[in-house]
């Protein structure tokens, strides 16, 4: 495979292949809600039967984290990510998400040994393949904020180790604001972590002027409804604030409606010199890859190869693997 390629939006829960999943799920002992394994696959990736909307998405995660939620499921788990994104795609560095709290049985599980068994995993993908491989720990939008101050701590303990970075993802919720967590992203920033945050995805570009407002992040996920205001778009540029664009995922869950959409979106990322990268989101929970992702883009028009390369450009220098 020829070019060389890099991808710094990959959730965990997403990111391995359903077979896997399987194997770990039964060697747990967990109870299925079926035991033919094709209706297992249907129950764990996206459909536009099944997804048709963010928070339909965001339901097949349960499954997923449940299944990884062990120290042996969570080292293996970010293994078969690394290994699968380099042989299936030439993926040489690769920056995995995860929030450990989700993976720890509502604190059953200890969370330095999913941290520690996290770290493992990357290791050993990393002795076997070419890659660089690090993890991003995610903070969420649910969680009550001791929660979330807690994977922070996590993430600076074991930055020596692979931590590169820490994140907030998740559903919405009523209670949750952005301008809450300046205070805990200015410690993960000045303890040398990259900072990187969900915003214009399920809410508006209003959330994406937040963050660049009160939490500065070098990166943004998803970011697309940025485009909505050419304010914001001005905001983003004069940051120089990068873009972790996921194509096929925002379009399943509707946050981009059609192909004509997602023209429009780039066309005005272009327009204002906005950075960004092109990203799967979860390769195998949306049964694509980054090739994939690129020939979408290729084929429909949407971008040019040099577009293309830009952003794979991006990414190498965009991410928060030192």
Request: charged letters at 25%; a neutral charge.
């Amino acid at each position: 495979m020829e070019n060389k390629l890099a991808e710094l939006h990959v959730h965990l829960g997403g990111s391995v292949d359903p077979a896997v999943m399987w194997e770990i799920a039964h060697l747990q002992g967990i109870r299925l809600p079926t035991k033919d394994y094709w209706s297992f696959v249907d129950m764990i990736t996206v459909s536009r039967k099944s997804v048709k909307s963010l928070d339909d998405y965001l339901k097949l995660f349960n499954w997923t984290d449940l299944i990884q939620s062990s120290p042996t499921a969570v080292e293996r788990a970010v293994y078969q990510t690394i290994a699968g994104a380099y042989r299936k795609n030439n993926i040489t560095l690769l920056e995995i998400r995860f929030n450990p709290m989700k993976r720890n049985r509502g604190g059953e599980q200890d969370l330095d040994q999913i941290m520690m068994a996290a770290i493992r995993g990357l290791d050993r993908a990393s002795m076997e393949y070419p890659v660089k491989a690090g993890i991003i720990v995610c903070l969420d939008r649910a969680f009550e904020r001791r929660l979330n101050e807690i994977i922070v701590e996590k993430a600076i303990k074991y930055q020596d180790r692979g931590v590169v970075g820490v994140d907030i993802a998740g559903p919405a919720s009523r209670d949750f604001r952005y301008s809450d967590y300046g205070d805990i992203y200015k410690k993960a920033g000045k303890a040398g972590l990259g900072l990187t945050v969900h915003a214009g995805e399920d809410n508006n570009h209003e959330s994406v002027r937040e963050v660049l407002e009160y939490l500065e992040p070098q990166r943004i996920g998803h970011g697309v409804r940025a485009t909505e205001s050419e304010g914001t778009m001005d905001l983003l540029a004069d940051a120089g604030t990068v873009l972790e664009v996921c194509p096929s995922s925002n379009m399943h869950t509707g946050v981009i409606r059609d192909m004509a959409h997602m023209r429009q979106v780039f066309s005005s990322l272009n327009s204002h010199k906005i950075k960004y990268t092109i990203n799967t989101d979860g390769p195998e929970m949306l049964t694509t890859n980054l090739r994939n992702e690129i020939d979408l883009l290729l084929k429909g028009r949407l971008l040019t190869e040099s577009d293309i390369a830009r952003a794979n450009a991006m990414a190498f220098s965009a991410s928060f693997i030192k």
